[in-house]
């Protein structure tokens, strides 16, 4: 999905990376960024990266290791519980209507110390508003990735 120019205008960072390994050491990194509470939009074709990058937030966070984050695709929300910030990965890309959202209950994972972590948020107008952060990522070859992080404020 291609960023709009309204969003570009806010980027903070953009970095490339040549492997899944360099991706994960990149999520990591933006643990001293993502500090709770923070609603993140993860945007990004299908196997362009967003679970992968999850797997390093979730590192960074002392949360989960990275072999035990996966795509939650089917289950909808993935929790994982750190001693600096509870994540919750989130996937709406089979959620169609906001009446199928609101049975999810996300607003009741919102905390002080929570991150939600949203793939196919941009489906809902609500999310694009509420967003504190997005992460872009787009494929530019097999093992390539283009991450862009743009912050609202």
Do not use: C
């Amino acid at each position: 999905m291609p960023y709009s120019s309204k969003v570009s205008k806010a980027i903070t960072s953009e970095i490339t990376t040549h492997s899944a390994e360099e991706t994960i050491a990149f999520g990591r990194t933006l643990s001293e960024i993502l500090t709770p509470p923070k609603l993140v939009l993860l945007r990004g074709d299908l196997g362009a990266g967003k679970t992968t990058l999850v797997k390093g937030i979730a590192a960074g966070f002392e949360a989960a290791k990275e072999e035990d984050v996966t795509s939650p695709t089917f289950t909808l929300v993935h929790e994982y519980r750190g001693p600096k910030a509870n994540l919750y990965h989130i996937d709406l890309y089979r959620v169609d209507t906001q009446r199928e959202l609101e049975t999810l209950g996300l607003d009741d994972l919102r905390s002080e110390d929570s991150i939600l972590l949203i793939e196919w948020g941009e489906k809902f107008p609500r999310f694009l508003r509420e967003r504190d952060v997005e992460i872009a990522l787009e494929r530019q070859g097999d093992s390539v990735r283009k991450i862009s992080i743009a912050s609202k404020k």
